[in-house]
Structures are given as structure tokens and as C-alpha cells.
């Protein structure tokens, strides 16, 4: 069984520094299983995902410590060594590597600094591993993109198009004004897209084919 007096310990040490780590622990989704928790981790800086917080499912096996924690990125993130499709990790302490002297802490911290220095020989997903070693400007112009679209919450954005929406029936001027702002959008999102080592014909048609959701085009690009 699961050392729970060991991972109530580990849970307090690692929130007491968790502004200065960057690394903090909670049970998943305000649960009460002291199994099933979400690590969060702050993106490091110099690096694509500086300013991002990018979580992790942490599930623990009944013969914890004595076997590695099950952690698998939540946040979409684009990483030699992260699935961009599940997030799943590879990282050797994670696996064979595993000792009972290490904790989550030591874990995440080793996350962490996996997000800062790729191991692209060693890879989880080869697209982007090939694109790490093949075009690195590209690869990190990816990954920056995916810290801004998947790992920061941005509200301001969608409470102002709630705004102009709900004044949209209040003026002509305004429709034709968001149709043209549109049009923009639209025109931006193909470059970013394209910029990204994507050909044109293949953004547009999944742009088209999800309704113009970024987010949704670009993981329908990725997977082929």
C-alpha cells in the first residue's frame, strides 16, 4: 500500500517553497484520494515555455515509493520528450531510474528541467524531435506558440469579443467592422500556422474543417 503518512509529508514540503521552486502539488480536482494528485510547474525561464503553468496527473502505484510515480503531462505541450498527443513522459527516473530516496518534488523539479534542456536522442514524440534537430528555430518558435495557446489563461481576449458581440446588433458600422476584423484573424492564423513548417493548402483546409479554432487546426495538423 501507498506510504500515506510519507506523501502528506512530501505534499507539505513541497507547497512550502512552491513560489520560489516553482514546482506544487494538490489533490487532482479537489479529490480526497491521496493517490490521484496534479503537480504544477512553472515554466522555466530563458526557454519556449517561460510564462507558462503547465499541469501534470500524478497517480501513485500501491508499491510507492518503491516504484516511480505514473506522470503524464495534462497541458498540451510541444517537447522532444512529451507527447504532443497524450502527454505522456519519457524521463528515465520515471522508469527504471526511480529511487525511494527521490520524491514528487525531485520528480517535477526533473520536469522541469527537462522543459529546459530537450533530450531530442532520446525522444517520446520523433516529430518533434526531428524538428528539434533539424530546424531548431522553428521547433522553438512551436513551442513558444503552444506555451501561449495551451499554458497561459488569457481572459482579457474573450471577455472583449463577448463585448463586440453583444453590441453587434446595435450598429452597421460595428458588423462590418468584425467582418473585416475576420478577415485579419484569419489571415494571421494561416501565418502562424504556415510559419510553423506547415504548407498553406494544409492550414487552410483545417482551419476550414474545424471552424476556424487555432488550437483545434493545429493538433489536426500535427496528427497527420
Known amino acids: ?10 505534499l507539505t514540503e513541497c507547497n512550502r517553497d512552491s513560489d520560489i521552486s516553482g ?15 496534479t503537480g504544477t510547474i512553472a515554466g522555466p525561464r530563458d526557454s519556449p515555455y517561460e510564462g507558462g503553468t503547465f499541469r501534470i496527473d500524478i497517480r501513485l502505484p500501491g508499491g510507492y515509493p518503491f516504484e516511480p510515480p505514473k506522470m503524464q503531462f495534462i497541458t498540451k505541450v510541444w517537447h522532444p520528450n512529451i507527447s504532443s498527443q497524450n502527454g505522456a513522459i519519457c524521463l528515465d527516473i520515471l522508469k527504471d531510474q526511480w529511487s525511494p530516496a527521490l520524491t514528487l518534488k525531485t520528480a517535477l523539479l526533473s520536469l522541469q528541467a527537462l522543459l529546459s534542456a530537450p533530450a531530442p536522442d532520446d525522444p517520446q514524440d520523433a516529430v518533434v524531435a526531428q524538428q528539434y534537430l533539424r530546424d531548431k528555430a522553428t521547433f522553438v518558435s512551436t513551442a513558444r506558440y503552444w506555451t ?10 474573450m471577455e472583449e469579443k463577448v463585448r463586440l458581440s453583444s453590441c453587434i446588433s446595435c450598429t452597421g458600422e ?12 484569419v489571415r494571421v492564423q494561416v501565418q502562424k500556422l504556415v510559419e510553423m513548417g506547415f504548407p498553406e493548402d494544409m ?4 482551419l476550414m474543417s474545424v471552424n476556424g479554432d487555432e488550437n483545434m487546426a493545429l493538433e489536426k495538423l500535427c496528427s497527420g
Request: aromatic fraction near 4%.
Open 174 to 185: 460595428l458588423s462590418i467592422w468584425m467582418n473585416l476584423s475576420n478577415i485579419l484573424s
Open 148 to 157: 501561449e495557446a495551451f499554458a497561459k489563461s488569457d481572459s482579457t481576449g
Open 1 to 10: 500500500m501507498v506510504d500515506v503518512s510519507r506523501v502528506q509529508k512530501e
Open 203 to 206: 492550414v487552410r483546409s483545417a
Open 23 to 37: 514546482v506544487s502539488i494538490a489533490l487532482h480536482d479537489g479529490g480526497s484520494s491521496i493517490t490521484h494528485l
